[in-house]
């Protein structure tokens, strides 16, 4: 491996703030409560790592194909309005979250929002924030649509539309709501468009590839095989295209590996057992609070999974947690991918603009509505 290659793999680990205050706050935690190393492996969710790796590496690979760049010409020379465009992106991404999971429809719009760039002069960074919210609204709606939600819906004794119909009032709500948001936020003008936006040769033979790794990926994930999923992935782009190895952000999974092991450090720590017993014995009121409130500090899924410790699945819990992860942007996995995606720093102070005042409006319209 050339020099060049090294230095492009280290640089994002070197860069990565995010990571260093994760490590710090592990170490600090581990040096409080030291756990032995083998529980340390034991608070990673492997098949979640494995699963993101993947898609992560595939969707690289469309994009290195050429593809999100003709399918944003085509785009861009349908929608004329950044009122328009943005709306088109909103609905499409929360649509997709509903049924592809929030993290796999990011994998989807993100990138193709990214090549507009290329082709415009539209706030992108917006962009890419409108559609981090969309995706935790849409989501929230159905069983399959995030993680927490599939969590609760095993343990809720629901069917599949018997979930859906507890959550659509809540969805239906946020989703306006952020349409609302989009149409006030977006204006109507027309969109400034570079010289050049007609056809696009992509790499079909890449393409296709890519596709067919996709379907292997995914019945190796069903057949609970993941890591062969992901042995397979890297396998063919090894052959087909060596640069995508070296072109995703690496430094994303050691992020989750490390919020994974923070978490796990934090729920163990000897003061807050108490406070954790006590959850049961909490009010309504008192539960759906902390729902909100934990996700802002560990992450909406691991809140979930802390709670169903002690409460059992309703839709007051499946309400809080989901609004949880509006606000900070550690309140969902999903803000942190899409951030980390865009790869502009601003974008995390942006974000905030609008995300914390939606987890307010979230917060409340949960509580009336459940």
């Known amino acids: 491996m050339s020099s060049t290659a090294i230095s492009r793999l280290i640089h994002p680990f070197v860069k990565d703030r995010f990571l ?13 409560h030291p756990q032995p190393l083998s529980a340390l492996g034991g608070f990673i969710d492997g098949r979640t790592l ?3 790796l993947g898609l992560m590496l595939l969707t690289k690979g469309v994009e290195v194909s050429g593809y999100f760049d003709f399918v944003g010409r085509k785009i861009i020379n349908r929608l004329h309005s950044e009122r328009r465009l943005a709306l088109f992106l909103v609905f499409s991404a929360a649509l997709l979250s509903s049924f592809l999971t929030n993290d796999v429809a990011l994998f989807i719009v993100i990138p193709l929002t990214i090549t507009l760039k290329k082709l415009s002069a ?13 995706v935790n609204a849409g989501s929230l ?13 095993s343990r809720s004794g629901l069917s599949f539309l018997g979930f859906i119909g507890q959550m659509a009032p809540f969805g239906a709500a946020m989703m306006l709501s952020l349409l609302a948001l989009t149409w006030f936020s977006f204006p109507a003008r027309d969109i400034v468009k570079t010289p050049n936006t007609e056809g696009y040769p992509y790499q079909r033979p890449l393409l296709l590839s890519c596709v067919g790794l996709y379907a292997v990926f995914l019945l190796c ?3 609970d095989l993941p890591l062969y999923g992901l042995l397979a992935v890297f396998a063919g782009f090894l052959l087909l295209a060596r640069r995508v190895l070296l072109q995703i952000d690496w430094s994303l999974i050691f992020v989750f590996a490390a919020m994974f092991i923070d978490v796990g450090l934090f729920t163990r720590l000897p003061p807050l057992q108490p406070a954790f017993a006590a959850i049961a014995g909490l009010s309504e009121g008192s539960v759906y609070a902390l729902g909100v409130g934990l996700s802002q500090i560990v992450s909406n899924v691991p809140a979930t999974i802390l709670l169903l410790n002690y409460v059992p699945s309703s839709a007051q819990l499946a309400y809080a947690v989901n609004a949880g992860g509006f606000g900070l942007a550690i309140g969902s996995l999903a803000n942190l991918i899409a951030l980390r995606m865009a790869g502009e720093r601003k974008i995390w102070l942006r974000f905030h603009y609008y995300s914390l005042p939606l987890l307010v409006w979230a917060a409340l319209l949960g509580w009336v509505m459940s």
């Open 20 to 32: 260093h205050a994760l490590l710090l706050a592990g170490v600090a935690m581990f040096a409080f």
């Open 221 to 223: 994930l069903d057949f």
């Open 122 to 134: 539209l706030p992108v960074g917006r962009l890419i924030i409108f559609q981090a919210l969309a």
């Open 141 to 153: 709606l159905t069983p399959i649509g995030n993680p927490q939600n599939i969590l609760l819906w």
């Open 50 to 52: 494995i699963t993101l």
